[in-house]
């Protein structure tokens, strides 16, 4: 069945450094990867996406690459601060829009 | 953005009772949506995917008949937990998405959850 691996579960940080978060997917027809955050107790946000027709895709301080051929994705925070501290999490899904199948999720914590 | 609500936010009953969670497209209509539950320090787990007018589309594991979803309209589906046991303990979350509709952006949309609690 489709799978989404996220690594690592826990991530730590000093306020300004980089912070990666990887996953890969194992159904082949995925084409829409989003990456949302979620604060305790909060519904999830997104925070951005990239489909299967671009490779890399920035936004500001976060950015997302994509290997296709590899099936995996990262999410990539600079410049960290602390109220990026929260619970990330990965998914591939078909089309924006449709079923979306989530990884474990990241806890990033950023230390003033 | 879009907005999506959930009603209620927490409920707490007895094992054996049958609990009923809304979910609410407020400013879009939805033909489809997607219920979630998320334990504790845990993931997203998909658990349906909700269709108007039709039946909803179970993932693999999920008893059908243990969690009822009912999509009644465009802008509503309901997720009914029937003889609930502790072990359904957990965080449900719904998602929609304003799909088809012009100008809108086609990302899921979350509700803000709601936490049961079976004693």
């Known amino acids: 069945g489709e799978n989404v691996e996220q690594h690592p579960s826990t991530l730590s940080v000093q306020e300004g450094d980089s912070a990666v978060i990887k996953c890969t997917y194992s159904d082949s027809a995925s084409n829409y990867f989003p990456w949302y955050k979620q604060e305790l107790g909060k519904r999830p946000q997104l925070i951005i996406d990239?489909?299967?027709?671009?490779g890399e895709k920035k936004d500001q301080r976060i950015a997302v690459t994509l290997n296709k051929t590899a099936k995996h994705f990262s999410l990539h925070i600079t410049e960290t601060q602390p109220e990026d501290s929260a619970v990330y999490f990965c998914?591939?899904?078909?089309?924006?829009?449709?079923?979306?199948?989530f990884g474990q999720g990241t806890e990033l914590s950023v230390k003033p | 953005g879009a907005v999506v609500s959930q009603h209620p936010s927490w409920v707490i009953c007895k094992s054996g009772t049958s609990v009923k969670i809304e979910c609410r497209s407020l400013d879009f209509q939805a033909t489809t949506m997607f219920w979630y539950r998320q334990f504790p320090k845990q993931s997203l787990m998909l658990m349906a995917t909700?269709?108007?007018?039709?039946?909803?589309?179970?993932e693999q594991g999920v008893e059908k008949d243990k969690f009822l979803i009912n999509h009644a309209s465009l802008t509503l589906s309901t997720l009914t937990v029937t003889s609930a046991h502790p072990e359904d303990s957990s965080f449900y979350i719904c998602?929609?998405?304003?799909?088809?509709?012009?100008?809108?952006?086609?990302?899921?949309?979350f509700g803000p959850g709601t936490r049961l609690t079976v004693t």
């Open positions: 990239i489909r299967s027709n671009v």
């Open positions: 909700s269709n108007e007018g039709s039946k909803a589309t179970y």
């Open positions: 998602s929609a998405t304003p799909y088809g509709q012009k100008g809108r952006n086609l990302e899921q949309y």
């Open positions: 998914a591939a899904g078909y089309n924006q829009g449709g079923k979306l199948i």
